[in-house]
């Protein structure tokens, strides 16, 4: 089955991030046919503070009239001493057409698509080698 995903103007995303989600969702065997949204989780199981690892990734979508929209990705990072706690470091809104980064805030939009590009490839490329475990989760 593959996922009809829109792109959204501004913040387009490379094919490859876009074969990453389809692959996920298929070999997450979670079926979307009805659906109306499908968030996926990307974890390395050893992450941790004190070992680090490769961060957490979460994408939703959400089924519109004829495809899926992104609506976000969001990468988080344990940050702190003393107790750390996951927080989102990078966050892509595809509604409003912005990126996050915790250390900036809202990037202007050269930016904002600087980071993006730098993060999908790197993404992309931890996927293809084996980094994540997936879960998908349909409502």
Known sequence: MALQIEQVSGLKVPDSFICVITNAVIEGGDPVGR???????FKDPDY????????PVEVRLEKQ?????LIYIT???YQGRHTPELIKE????????QVYHFLAGWLNAREGKELLALFISNFVEY???GCY???VTTE
């Not at 990078?90 to 057409?97: G, R, T």
Request: charged share 15%; hydrophobic share 40%; aromatic share 14%.
């Open 133 to 135: 475990q997936v879960t």
């Open 35 to 41: 659906a109306k949204a499908v968030t996926l989780n």
């Open 65 to 69: 009239a004829t495809s899926w929209q």
């Open 48 to 55: 941790s503070p004190e070992t680090g690892g490769f961060h």
């Open 90 to 97: 990078i966050d892509v809104c595809f509604s409003i057409k």
């Open 75 to 77: 990468d988080f990072s």
């Open 127 to 129: 996927y293809n080698i």
